[in-house]
């Protein structure tokens, strides 16, 4: 990530103030005072990546929440830009409207159709209002359901991605039934006779994100979290203060870890030091990696089968541990 677009996180302050030092060191340099000073910078650079690995080796529930929000974290755009070709998008729910923050198309994967779908969050103030923050309206869902029954009709797998904070809790959104599009959205992934991959990249917030998520693969990024309900939300049920987001965060069993521990995952996708922020390319490539493996694995079953093997995996969900 190039220097001016570096943004770090509170807990990331030591790693913050080594680079500082580099980028000082760098700025004199640049100023022809003839001094060596490249074993210097060496030095300072290779403190400042082991600080951040160090850092990254034990984040706490909460730490990984702040990661996981990162606003320079690859987004559904930036994974449809790095994985998918011919995609387009298709719009409307034929029933009320368009809702851009589920975004639905058909495209190719490495050369074969497939159907795609998943949150966007916008990169900028003018796309984050466009698409709502991510944050998905009962048109969405309803949406997503429409190119589910295509996708059926013509056989073609789908791949769902996401990264929500939730379903938009808006009084818009109840009346024309969230509850309602969101658990059909949840059963026309279980009905599907097509293999499903999801992969959850950031915020796997409530029903807005098993909406899209009840696959036969279901997989996760190292630092991305998955719950029912934010800590924020939590927070303020539990204890009627939403400032013990923190305290919530790390009780609430909502990392990767604890997702493939109780077997509600099938996997955890490693993400380079310090974030998949850092190196958006790499975690995209590793992403793609993943998909591939995980639809070879399902391409010899049967319709049938297929199905079978999804609801089994969410009934055997709290019967063991993974």
């Given at each position: 990530m190039q220097d001016q677009m570096r943004s770090y996180l509170d807990f990331e302050k030591p790693v913050a103030e080594l680079d500082s030092k580099v980028d000082e060191l760098r700025a004199l340099a640049a100023t022809g005072t003839g001094t060596?000073?490249?074993?210097?910078?060496?030095?300072?650079?290779?403190?400042?990546?082991?600080?951040?690995?160090?850092?990254?080796?034990n984040l706490t529930p909460w730490?990984?929440?702040?990661?996981?929000?990162?606003?320079?974290?690859?987004?559904?755009?930036?994974?449809?830009?790095?994985?998918?070709?011919?995609?387009?998008?298709?719009?409307?729910?034929?029933?009320?409207?368009?809702?851009?923050?589920?975004?639905?198309?058909?495209?190719?994967?490495?050369?074969?159709?497939?159907?795609?779908?998943g949150q966007e969050k916008g990169d900028s103030t003018e796309s984050r209002i466009r698409h709502n923050f991510g944050m998905a309206r009962p048109e969405g869902y309803r949406k997503c359901v429409r190119l589910m029954e295509m996708a059926e009709r013509f056989?073609?797998?789908?791949?769902?991605?996401?990264?929500?904070?939730?379903?938009?809790?808006?009084?818009?959104?109840?009346?024309?039934?969230?509850?309602?599009?969101?658990?059909?959205?949840?059963?026309?992934?279980?009905?599907?006779?097509?293999?499903?991959?999801?992969?959850?990249?950031?915020?796997?917030?409530?029903?807005?994100?098993?909406?899209?998520?009840?696959?036969?693969?279901?997989?996760?990024?190292?630092?991305?979290?998955?719950?029912?309900?934010?800590?924020?939300?939590?927070?303020?049920?539990?204890?009627?203060?939403?400032?013990?987001?923190?305290?919530?965060?790390?009780?609430?069993?909502?990392?990767?870890?604890?997702?493939?521990?109780?077997?509600v995952i099938d996997q955890i996708l490693k993400e380079p030091v310090g974030g998949a922020h850092r190196d958006p390319a790499a975690m995209i490539a590793t992403t793609g990696d993943a998909i591939a493996k995980a639809f070879d694995e399902l391409r010899g079953l049967d319709a049938d089968a297929i199905r079978k093997q999804r609801r089994q995996k969410f009934l055997d969900i709290g019967r063991k541990l993974g």
């Amino acid at each position: 990530m190039q220097d001016q677009m570096r943004s770090y996180l509170d807990f990331e302050k030591p790693v913050a103030e080594l680079d500082s030092k580099v980028d000082e060191l760098r700025a004199l340099a640049a100023t022809g005072t003839g001094t060596d000073i490249s074993d210097e910078v060496g030095r300072i650079e290779d403190k400042a990546a082991q600080a951040l690995a160090d850092l990254y080796t034990n984040l706490t529930p909460w730490q990984k929440t702040l990661v996981a929000r990162h606003p320079q974290r690859p987004h559904f755009n930036d994974f449809i830009k790095g994985l998918i070709t011919e995609f387009t998008p298709l719009a409307g729910d034929r029933k009320f409207g368009e809702d851009e923050a589920l975004v639905a198309g058909f495209g190719r994967f490495r050369g074969e159709p497939i159907c795609v779908m998943g949150q966007e969050k916008g990169d900028s103030t003018e796309s984050r209002i466009r698409h709502n923050f991510g944050m998905a309206r009962p048109e969405g869902y309803r949406k997503c359901v429409r190119l589910m029954e295509m996708a059926e009709r013509f056989g073609l797998p789908v791949l769902s991605l996401a990264d929500s904070a939730g379903a938009y809790p808006g009084i818009g959104a109840e009346e024309r039934g969230q509850a309602e599009a969101i658990a059909r959205s949840t059963d026309a992934c279980l009905a599907l006779t097509v293999p499903n991959v999801a992969i959850i990249t950031g915020e796997g917030m409530s029903g807005g994100a098993i909406a899209i998520t009840t696959a036969n693969k279901v997989l996760m990024l190292e630092h991305a979290i998955y719950s029912v309900i934010s800590p924020e939300a939590a927070s303020s049920i539990l204890w009627r203060d939403g400032t013990k987001a923190q305290e919530a965060a790390n009780n609430m069993k909502i990392t990767a870890q604890d997702m493939l521990r109780f077997g509600v995952i099938d996997q955890i996708l490693k993400e380079p030091v310090g974030g998949a922020h850092r190196d958006p390319a790499a975690m995209i490539a590793t992403t793609g990696d993943a998909i591939a493996k995980a639809f070879d694995e399902l391409r010899g079953l049967d319709a049938d089968a297929i199905r079978k093997q999804r609801r089994q995996k969410f009934l055997d969900i709290g019967r063991k541990l993974g």
